[in-house]
T-cell receptor, first 111, second 113 residues
Framework: GQNIDQPTEMTATEGAIVQINCTYQ??????LFWYQQHAGEAPTFLSY????GLEEKGRFSSFLSRSKGYSYLLLKELQMKDSASYLC????????????FGSGTKLNVKP | DTEVTQTPKHLVMGMTNKKSLKCEQH?????MYWYKQKAKKPPELMFV???????INESVPSRFSPECPNSSLLNLHLHALQPEDSALYLC????????????FGPGTRLTVT
């Protein structure tokens, strides 16, 4: 089976930096995706890691360590609109590359 | 055009009704997905279509019936649903099945009374 863990909820201050962790235990790992989802809306794609290291996209960065089964999403210069749930999803190489989603981390950004 | 559209946005149906959800994309993607999402839970995969053929059925009850008429369209036919089927139904597409990002539609909020 697949096991993906994220913290349930985090709180951070506007302008600060926050790191959201995701750990996974999967067989056939093929890549890790981060999505942002505002309440009642569809998930939107943020970033993708398949090799170890850091991927940077503006205020968002994502890191992957395949040997440790660990990823994090780093959000810099937090804005109020960053208040949302952040979903970590793992793609596995067999069975048409299904996505397995973590339960999501609800981020609350305070003024 | 990087958009996945879904209709309707909201749907209320009785347990004896038959209704359909529709999904459309014009990105040339050849993989399309149906997910079900309950409040405060992650999306749960229901079906995957690859090149208009059903590739994955995650043991979904037969009261949900997917259909892929062509490479741009995906339907989900609903019949004799239960109140516990009330959820947000999300459609997604990706260039192919594989390690590609999936683009999600806005979802249909379904309430079964």
């Amino acid at each position: 089976g697949q096991n993906i863990d994220q913290p349930t909820e985090m709180t951070a201050t506007e302008g600060a930096i926050v790191q959201i962790n995701c750990t996974y235990q999967t067989s056939g790992f093929n890549g890790l995706f981060w999505y942002q989802q505002h309440a009642g809306e569809a998930p939107t794609f943020l970033s993708y890691n398949v090799l170890d290291g850091l991927e940077e996209k503006g205020r968002f960065s994502s890191f992957l360590s395949r040997s440790k089964g660990y990823s994090y999403l780093l959000l810099k210069e937090l804005q109020m609109k960053d208040s949302a749930s952040y979903l970590c999803a793992v793609s596995v190489v067999y069975n048409f590359n299904k996505f397995y989603f973590g339960s999501g981390t609800k981020l609350n950004v305070k003024p | 055009d990087t958009e996945v559209t879904q209709t309707p946005k909201h749907l209320v149906m009785g347990m004896t009704n038959k209704k359909s959800l529709k999904c459309e994309q014009h990105m040339g993607h050849r993989a399309m997905y149906w997910y079900k999402q309950k409040a405060k839970k992650p999306p749960e995969l229901m079906f995957v279509y690859s090149y208009e053929k059903l590739s994955i059925n995650e043991s979904v009850p037969s009261r949900f019936s997917p259909e892929c008429p062509n490479s741009s369209l995906l339907n989900l036919h609903l019949h004799a649903l239960q109140p516990e089927d009330s959820a947000l139904y999300l459609c997604a597409s990706s260039p192919r099945t594989g390690s590609y990002e999936q683009y999600f539609g806005p979802g249909t909020r379904l309430t079964v009374t």
